[in-house]
């Protein structure tokens, strides 16, 4: 976040100069959006057994489609520079991932990325297309079944997202379509059902650990908007 405010700041002191903005310079932007995303990453589970040693190990890789709703604010300082923040309240649901299928250690762990934002800087260029550049922060709600009970721990991410994109009024009016294209990458992340590595027990069926990487997608946005103060 503190990279993206240098960089806003930045670019505000180089394109108004010594000249202020004046109030009549700002207009708030509020919008709508139906986004529809490809996402991927890849995960090892590591499976203890109950004396504390691994017994299986597990590396996936995949992706999967998911759509969901977002709606999001800007205040537009001047003609080229918004500062944006948007809020998914949608849930985003990965398929179910199975492990030891078919035996009395079966389980069973999806993960719902909620409560999805992000804070951009939005660089606008004549003729209605623009550039975005955004912190995202997520949580990730770990939704598993195992047979031991044992609960995966449920961990928050953050990363960054980069985008393009075209904005079009409708005639002289203060609303318009927007369209764009984004790639957001995220931070790795770690997380375990709660069992110690030196506290495995037949009871508890000893520790499971998730390690999960090259999360990132592909994102695209329809969006309707209203510019207050245009």
Not at 33 to 62: F, L, M, P, Q, R
Request: hydrophobic share 30%.
């Amino acid at each position: 976040m503190n990279k993206i405010l240098t960089t806003t700041l930045v670019i505000l002191i180089s394109i108004t100069g010594a000249k202020a903005l004046e109030r009549s310079d700002f207009s708030v932007t509020a919008g709508i959006a139906a986004n529809t995303a490809v996402y991927g990453a890849s995960a090892k589970e590591t499976n203890y057994n109950d004396t504390n040693v691994v017994s299986h190990i597990k590396k996936e890789s995949g992706v999967f489609t998911d759509t969901h709703s977002s709606g999001f604010i800007e205040l537009n300082a001047g003609e080229y520079i918004s500062f944006g923040y948007e809020h998914t309240p949608d849930s985003i649901s990965t398929p179910e991932n199975k492990s030891r299928e078919g035996t009395d250690a079966e389980s069973k762990v999806s993960v719902d990325f909620n409560d999805l934002n992000i804070a951009y800087l939005k660089v606008n260029i004549p003729g209605g297309i623009y550039l975005k550049a955004g912190y995202v922060e997520t949580d990730l709600d770990i939704k598993e079944t195992t047979h031991s009970g044992n609960t995966y721990k449920n961990v928050s991410t953050e990363g960054t997202l980069y985008g393009l994109g075209y904005n079009r009024f409708i005639g002289d009016s203060a609303v318009s379509i927007r369209v764009e294209g984004s790639y957001m990458s995220l931070d790795d992340v770690s997380t375990d059902n709660g069992v110690s590595t030196t506290g495995a027990t037949v009871a508890n069926g000893g520790r499971n650990q998730i390690d999960a990487s090259n999360l990132e997608g592909l994102n695209g946005k329809l969006a309707l908007t209203y510019t207050f103060g245009k």
